[in-house]
């Protein structure tokens, strides 16, 4: 039984080193149907360093930080379940699990688009968005990188009339930015509940966006969106 625990702790530390050359397709299911309590520990303990080994320019650097933000992300909900493993909230405990295997799927997605751009494009590197409107792509993505902050801090704000507007403004600026497009959907749908800064409606926008439409989101208002997604799965 021992030897048996061993093993498979040592196969979900070479389930998480395959990380390092964005495996994730295969990682996705891997780590969640069968891994997790092995890489929970992993995750808990060490920092995964993703694309250490490509380095191509300002553009992969980028995209390792974003994917080390939505690691970070993934070892809070995996707390989380931790703690709904821990008392009897067991529809929680599933919901945490089906949020931790979406957010693993989406960040495959990404990972994958991005590491086939660098190949495709190797040695010259290329923005991992997808193509700007016309114009200087640098202000541009300086204009709709503020508009989107603007949004993300109204949400933590639970100010819906202004996460709309900001959020708006971005998607007329480059609709393909990041999920600015799905984040304003997502509170057109539920901006009459929103509208109360106390409906519970706002703990599903906080546990949906971090779970689905993170990426890109600004790392310093991270960690009170990691906060007050584990609150949601709190009954």
């Known amino acids: 039984m021992a030897s048996d625990g061993g093993d498979r702790y040592a196969l979900g530390r070479l389930v998480l080193d395959y990380l390092r050359t ?68 067991s ?11 979406s957010k ?4 495959s997605s990404r990972l994958t688009r991005g590491v086939e751009q660098i190949q495709q494009t190797a040695p010259t590197a290329i923005p ?25 801090s109204a949400l933590l704000e639970r100010d819906v009339e202004v996460a709309l507007e900001a959020f708006g403004d971005a998607v007329e600026a480059w609709p393909d930015y990041h999920n600015v497009s799905e984040i304003q959907k997502l509170l057109t749908k539920w901006k009459d509940e929103l509208s109360d800064a106390e409906s519970p409606q706002w703990k599903e926008v906080y546990r949906i966006v971090l779970a689905d439409l993170s990426w890109g989101m600004p790392s310093d208002l991270r960690p009170e969106f990691r906060s007050l997604a584990a609150k949601s799965y709190l009954r």
């Open 22 to 89: 964005f495996m994730w397709p295969v990682i996705a299911l891997v780590i969640v149907v069968l891994f997790q309590d092995d890489v929970r520990q992993i995750l808990e303990s060490r920092e995964v360093e993703l694309a250490g080994v490509v380095r191509i320019g300002p553009q992969i650097e980028q995209l390792e930080e974003q994917a080390k933000e939505e690691i970070a992300d993934i070892r809070a909900l995996l707390q989380a379940q931790q703690t709904s493993d821990g008392g009897t909230a």
């Open 104 to 107: 693993l799927t989406k960040l």
């Open 128 to 152: 991992t968005q997808p193509a700007a409107p016309s114009g200087s792509v640098e202000t541009r993505v300086q204009k709709v990188s503020a508009m989107e902050r603007r949004g993300f």
């Open 91 to 101: 529809e929680a405990s599933e919901q945490v699990s089906a949020d931790i295997e």
